[in-house]
């Protein structure tokens, strides 16, 4: 098989409890899955366009944008990473009507052990993709609330008590031990009761998920490939993980390199 064109990040979806991975490329979508265990090939063939707009870029920003999108979306604003930050109510948000449809929907705050117990938030629409995304193997919704802000107060409001971050080293090498995330949850929602109320925010059902990863064999030692520094990569497909390729010869990020000009051989 010889694919190209651009990529995206891989698509996601749980099947009896076991991530599957597909790769868009061009105008084709690959089922990454089946390549498992097999020698693969992907060359960077120079060219990145934006995924906003299409144009050439030299250099991608926010994850394969050019230079003028990732300044004046609203998706490549820092309130995206920092959700407590949200302007909205300012009038200064960079697309007020994307801004409307985006932030103002339902979101949860969630528990996950990516590489140890962490919280974060998400839209409720993108449940079970974000935990996938980020290579955790096991997930507990906890809140719901009505907005992208009041999710990053209460998300906030935790960070003395939880991380709030993925050591992605760790989840790759698969270096996680089980947690009890209920006990988790029930400590935490302890500590903020009156922001769970001035926000209305709803509690949810226990419905713990978990994930688990089509790897056969994890990396013992991290070696993170790079499309600008390394064109052509090749090696056996060990697993994924997270949006990782885990290859014999490193690890590779394949939302890191959104919007790049790949050709994929197999
Ligand atoms: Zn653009």
Redesign the pocket.
């Known amino acids: 098989m010889q694919l190209a064109g651009p990529i995206k990040m891989m698509k996601t979806a749980l099947v009896d409890l076991r991530a599957t991975y597909s790769l868009p490329i061009g105008r084709e979508v690959v089922e990454m899955n089946s390549l498992i265990g097999k020698p693969i090939k992907l060359t960077f063939i120079g060219d990145i366009s934006?995924s906003?707009?299409?144009?050439r870029?030299s250099k991608s920003f926010s994850q394969g944008?050019?230079f003028?999108?990732a300044r004046s979306l609203a998706r490549c604003d820092m309130c995206i990473m920092k959700p407590e930050t949200c302007h909205y109510h300012l009038g200064t948000c960079r697309e007020p009507q994307w801004g409307l449809s985006n932030c103002f929907s339902p979101h949860i705050v969630y528990l996950a052990n990516s590489s140890g117990p962490k919280v974060g938030i998400t839209r409720a629409s993108n449940m079970p993709g974000r935990w996938i995304d980020q290579g955790a193997i096991s997930a507990l919704p906890i809140l719901k609330v009505n907005s992208r802000i009041d999710s990053g107060q209460i998300e906030s409001a935790l960070k003395p008590f939880i991380a709030d971050k993925t050591n992605w080293r760790k989840m790759l090498k698969n270096e996680v031990e089980p947690t009890d995330l209920l006990e988790i949850k029930n400590g935490l929602l302890e500590k903020i009761p009156e922001l769970i109320n001035h926000l209305e925010a709803k509690q949810l059902d226990d419905e713990m998920l978990n994930i688990n990863y089509p790897v056969l064999k994890y990396p013992t030692k991290i070696v993170s490939l790079n499309f600008d520094k390394t064109p052509s990569i090749s090696g056996v497909l060990d697993g994924i993980k997270g949006q990782y390729l885990l290859l014999d010869s490193g690890v590779l990020n394949m939302r890191k390199f959104s919007s790049y000009h790949i050709e994929l051989t197999s």
């Open positions: 934006c906003n707009c299409g144009n870029t944008y050019c003028p999108c």
